[in-house]
C-alpha cells in the first residue's frame, strides 16, 4: 500500500540521507564536465547543498514536503508549493523523486494521484527538455488525470535555472 505523508522536522534527516539519490537521478540530465582532478564535481556538490537547505521548507506555510512510502518502506518524496494568488497556478511541484527500485511499478503514478487528490486546482510543473523519460511519464500522467486537458510549453532560461524548461500547466 501507497502513502504520502506530511513531513516535519523529525523528518529532515531522512529527506537529507535521499537528496544525494535526487542528485544522482537528475545528473543524468545535465551536462556536467568532470574533469581528472575533480573539477567539475562542485556543480553536483552545490546542488546538494541548494537542496541540502530545503530543510526550512518544512517550516514555512505555503511549501510542504511528503514522504511516499510503499508498505511502510521509503519510496520517495514530493515537495509542492502554495502558489501566491496573483499567480496563474494554485500550486507547484518542486521536487518529485522516487527511488530507482521502485520506478516503473506504479509507484510515481499512484504518490502523484494521491497528492493531486489532495490538492486540487491549478497546477504547473517544470521539465528538462533532456530527460525524455520524464517528459514521457508527465505527459501521460497528467493526461490520464486531466483527460488532455492540459498545456506544455517551452520556458526560457530564468536567473535561477540556467536551462530552460518543459512548463506543464493542468487543473485537477
Known amino acids: 500500500m501507497l502513502t504520502l505523508t506530511k513531513a516535519t522536522l523529525e523528518d529532515w534527516p531522512i529527506i537529507q540521507k535521499m537528496i544525494p ?10 551536462d556536467w564536465p568532470f ?5 567539475g ?15 526550512r521548507y518544512i517550516d514555512e506555510d505555503h511549501k510542504t514536503f511528503y514522504l511516499i512510502k510503499n508498505n511502510q518502506e521509503l519510496a520517495g518524496l514530493a515537495c509542492i508549493r502554495k502558489e501566491p494568488k496573483e499567480s496563474q497556478a494554485d500550486w507547484y511541484l518542486g521536487e ?11 509507484t510515481a ?18 521539465v ?10 508527465w ?3 497528467i493526461d490520464l488525470f486531466t483527460q488532455g486537458k492540459f498545456s506544455k510549453e517551452l520556458t526560457p532560461v530564468v536567473e535561477y535555472c540556467s536551462e ?8 485537477v
Open 21 to 30: 539519490f535526487f542528485i544522482y537521478e537528475l545528473a543524468r540530465y545535465w
Open 35 to 39: 574533469e581528472e582532478n575533480g573539477k
Open 41 to 55: 564535481l562542485e556543480i553536483a556538490y552545490e546542488h546538494s547543498a541548494v537542496f541540502a537547505n530545503m530543510r
Open 96 to 106: 518529485f523523486f522516487i527511488l530507482s527500485r521502485f520506478q516503473g511499478k506504479g
Open 109 to 126: 503514478q499512484e504518490a502523484i494521484k494521491q497528492l493531486w487528490s489532495m490538492h486540487k486546482g491549478q497546477w504547473h510543473l517544470n
Open 128 to 137: 528538462l527538455p533532456i530527460n525524455t523519460r520524464g517528459l514521457r511519464f
Open 139 to 141: 505527459e501521460k500522467t
Open 164 to 171: 530552460p524548461r518543459i512548463t506543464f500547466r493542468f487543473r
